[in-house]
């Protein structure tokens, strides 16, 4: 994960308006749930649970593993003052109050915390927690690029939509979630 020949890039830092900070303590503050027993059952993470799935009783797995992303999600809330954006496929990925992407892969590949260093990696954080927590001020606190012009793939809504019969979206693969491309990014101008 760290490179050792270069410095590590710093986090991207987001500025939050005070009024979306609200709304997201508020959110928070509302769904916190009362801490789960079992605080020193290990946590299992997808990983683990594919490699050795056969050897599991699925029900008690499940919700073992569920119980384990509660007390992560109290842990980091509490610790980084972190607003949970999306609980993943992947990490579990937070706003913090400072403004930082907080990516927690502990409940995905056991691997730990990290705060996210590139707008292509920060911005869909955004882009996907406006959408799960309803919370559009969210897309506000992405910048604008420079010299940049509306992403030909998405349009700038920020989603690709694929499939027929179901509509799936993902965040725009080109854009990385901005809406637009910086000059020769852009397929097709
Ligand atoms: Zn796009």
Known sequence: MSDSESTPL????????EATL?????RRDQRRSPPPTG???P?????ELAVNAGQYDIAKTARLFCDGMDRLQIEVEDKYDAF???PGMGPMTYLTA????LSDYRIWDGEGIQFET???RAVPALVVGAKNTGIQSLLE????????TICNTCHGSRWFRFGTRETREIVCPTCSGLGQCMPGKNPNT
């Open 10 to 17: 710093p986090p991207i830092v987001f500025l939050i308006p």
């Open 22 to 26: 609200e709304q997201l303590r508020a």
């Open 39 to 41: 605080g020193n059952d």
């Open 43 to 47: 946590i299992l993470n997808t990983v």
């Open 98 to 101: 400072d403004g930082r992407i």
């Open 141 to 148: 606190l992405i910048p604008s690029l420079p010299n940049s």
């Open 84 to 86: 949970l954006l999306d």
């Open 118 to 120: 590139t707008l292509e």
